[in-house]
């Protein structure tokens, strides 16, 4: 029997328990499949087809060297992207963030934090959380967190460099 490309997509999909993504390029998809088949446990590749065997031979050659994956046979080409908007989309809106203000000032979530926590560099995210909602300023305590690690780590280094002295961190 000659095995057509479809065929050997067919088998190559049940042993590997893949399934095609709807907006999946031809590229990603035969990268995925060989991907797969080089994980197979010895007895996997055993029950493949000679077709399989070959094609994924050559597939991971191509792959390994950076080349494009042969196609697999009677393979059907992935559906055409819808072509591309004219208009760009607007960007969506600005939610916290720093924004420069009039006077070349800061303003925002991520200023703010960093003001609270000049005040005083060891209070909790859930402090920092708690004074800026008290001033109305909307946030959450992840983000309060992450800037305040952010903002304590620079403070650590330029204490460490001699820029800062009478910090206690």
Not at 5 to 11: K, V
Not at 153 to 158: D, Q
């Amino acid at each position: 029997m000659v095995e057509t490309e479809t065929d050997l997509e067919a088998e190559l999909r049940e042993i590997t328990a893949l399934s095609r993504k709807p907006e999946e390029t031809d590229d990603h998809w035969l990268t995925r499949i060989v991907r797969s088949v080089d994980k197979l446990a010895e007895s996997q590749w055993d029950n493949l087809s000679n077709g399989a065997q070959n094609w994924a031979n050559k597939a991971s050659k191509a792959l390994d060297a950076k080349q494009s994956i042969p196609r697999l046979p009677g393979m059907k080409p992935a559906p055409a992207a819808e072509p591309a908007q004219a208009v760009a989309p607007k960007p969506a809106p600005r939610k916290g963030g720093n924004v420069v203000g009039k006077g070349g000032k800061s303003r925002g979530v991520f200023t703010a934090i960093k003001k609270v926590l000049v005040e005083d560099p060891n209070m909790t995210a859930i402090d920092i959380y708690n004074k800026l909602a008290a001033q109305g300023i909307i946030t959450t305590p992840g983000t309060c967190g992450g800037v305040a690690a952010d903002f304590r780590h620079s403070l650590t280094v330029l204490k460490e460099a001699g820029k800062l002295q009478g910090i206690d961190l």
